[in-house]
């Protein structure tokens, strides 16, 4: 049902309770680029919104763990895998479980539904949903088609970690993905209404730079927050794009980001642009 070719959208995250919100808050990025009715686009978000969901309250009964998601667009259908890696479902739930409710929603809302399951080695709940043709994607879609292997990207993906970590193809979709996410993550972090504005106006600074310095067509983002602070760490980047970047003092990543760094990954390069909420610092050092 999943296709071969590297999933246009890729998500790995921690199973927390807030999970499929932030994955949601990804599949927004589907609508515009790929022509897809917002009313399909809602159905995907509940699917897999419940789809994680079970993962975190099954899959690892309470502890930690990983969700992947991964989203495929094609001409006649979008597929969906949700993967976890815990003691996959239980065949016999309570009658008031969730899980009861959970599979059948997916099954309703998806034109195809697999479950996948074995104890011990987790659950990948498999979603296809049927979408109209539309020559408008054609053009979009030719292009995905001639893409690097997904697996030329195991050395930056392995060097990625956080709350999310987000594999995109192409570029043009970060804008969509990397704000509502960011958005997320710095209102879990209780930013100050000015320092969340900092926030957006980095992200849509990094996003520009994305689209005129990336070193291939796809690109590889982590995004995690910990107490007063947020982390991005994106690429890969032609050589000399960080420097750059740090070179230009009105660029809006030096104003205001508290620390920028790069790394050099196979050639290309890796940035690091850490936020932290001043205001919760200064809150902290009068207490």
């Known amino acids: 049902m999943v296709s071969g070719r590297p999933g246009i959208l890729n998500v ?8 499929a919100g932030l994955v949601r ?7 515009k680029p790929f022509f897809l009715r917002p009313e399909l686009v809602d159905d995907v978000k509940t699917a897999v919104s419940e789809a994680c969901n079970n993962a975190v309250d099954h899959a690892y009964r309470g502890e930690s763990g990983a ?6 667009v094609g001409l006649e259908s979008v597929e969906v895998s949700v993967r976890d890696w815990g003691g996959g479902f ?3 739930a309570p009658a008031g479980d969730r899980l ?22 987790g659950t990948e709940v498999r979603m296809g949903f049927d979408i109209r043709h539309d020559t408008r994607r054609d053009r979009l879609l030719a292009r995905l088609e001639e893409s690097e292997d997904l697996e030329a990207w195991t050395p930056w993906r392995r060097g990625l970690s956080g709350d999310a970590v987000v594999t995109l193809l192409p570029t043009e979709l970060l804008a969509d993905v990397l704000e509502p996410l960011t958005s ?18 980095v992200t849509r600074a990094i996003t520009e730079h994305v689209q005129a310095f990336a070193s291939s ?9 910990s107490g007063h602070q947020l982390a991005l760490t994106i690429g890969p980047f032609r050589a000399g794009a960080s420097q750059q970047l740090q070179e230009t003092s009105e660029s809006t990543v030096v104003q205001l980001a508290d ?3 790069s790394e050099v990954i196979d050639g290309s390069e890796l940035l690091r642009i850490v936020l932290r909420n001043h205001d919760r610092d200064r809150s902290a050092a009068t207490d």
Do not use: W
Not at 25 to 31: H, Q, S
Not at 67 to 72: H, K, L, N, S
Not at 217 to 225: D, N, T, W
């Open 12 to 19: 790995r995250l921690d199973s927390r309770p807030d999970s």
């Open 25 to 31: 808050a990804a599949l927004g990025a589907l609508v």
């Open 67 to 72: 969700i992947a998601v991964r989203v495929d």
């Open 90 to 92: 239980q065949r016999l």
């Open 100 to 121: 009861r409710v959970g599979l059948p929603l997916i099954n309703a809302l998806a034109n195809r539904a697999e479950f996948l399951t074995a104890p011990g080695s």
């Open 184 to 201: 997320a993550l710095t209102a879990r972090s209780r930013f100050a209404l000015e320092r969340f504005s900092d926030v957006f106006l």
């Open 217 to 225: 067509g796809r690109v590889s983002f982590a995004l995690g927050s």
């Open 259 to 261: 620390e920028l760094v």
